[in-house]
């Protein structure tokens, strides 16, 4: 069975500095999307980003980007400059026939 | 992000009650879900629909039931609500075309049993 594995359950970060949070993910699928996304105070499920297994390129969307090791099934995120509204809960997800797998989440604290 | 909405946005209820929140969607997705959110828990899937009057269950069903007799609409049902079932719900939809195959999700509906 899929699983979602974030090792960090909190995190703080200095504005303006960088932070990687970690996801590893256990699949024997060799095509598959994850995602991130944030849940800022709002409760709100933000879509951060998404990456498709079959592409070797990390996506990057603006300060967000990710470091995708498909061999090592690792997926971090990498947020920098960080500003005081990524203040919020992180997670990471694996799509499994149309269904999320979810991580536990990462709470990250921006310092101002 | 996709137009979904939920109603009612937030809830307080007694036991014994039943409850419907509704899920609605404006961008012809295929799959919708229901999602409950507690503490120390994370999102965990209650239902999902892959089509009209096509659901399935998820990891946390007991307790809740779900119609879908169009697209866009997704009802989630509590036939007789209890204090376990006080949390957030979301509503979250998904496409099967390159582009869409992404879950979005709606806002959220706070629910409170008594």
């Known amino acids: 069975a899929q699983t979602v594995t974030q090792s960090q359950p909190e995190m703080s970060v200095q504005e303006a500095e960088t932070v990687t949070l970690s996801c590893t993910y256990d699949t024997s699928e060799s095509d598959y999307y994850l995602f991130w996304y944030k849940q800022p105070p709002s409760r709100q499920m933000i879509l951060v980003i998404r990456q498709e297994a079959y592409k070797q390129q990390n996506a990057t969307e603006n300060r967000f980007s990710v470091n995708f090791q498909k061999a090592a099934k690792s997926f971090s995120l990498k947020i920098s400059d960080s500003q005081l509204g990524d203040a919020a809960m992180y997670f990471c997800a694996y799509d499994s026939n149309y269904q999320l797998i979810w991580g536990a989440g990462t709470k990250l604290i921006i310092k101002p | 992000d996709a137009g979904i909405t939920q109603s009612p946005r937030h809830k307080v209820t007694e036991t014994g009650t039943p409850v419907t929140l509704r899920c609605h969607q404006t961008e012809n997705h295929r799959y919708m879900y229901w999602y409950r959110q507690d503490p120390g828990h994370g999102l965990r899937l209650i239902h999902y629909s892959y089509g009209v009057k096509d659901t399935d269950k998820g990891e946390v069903s007991d307790g809740y039931s779900v119609s879908r007799s169009k697209t866009e609409d997704f009802l989630l049902t509590l036939e007789s609500a209890t204090s376990s079932q006080t949390s957030v719900y979301f509503c979250?939809?998904?496409?099967?075309?390159?582009?869409?195959?992404?879950?979005?999700f709606g806002p959220g509906t706070r629910l409170t049993v008594l």
């Open positions: 979250a939809t998904r496409g099967t075309g390159t582009g869409t195959d992404t879950q979005y």
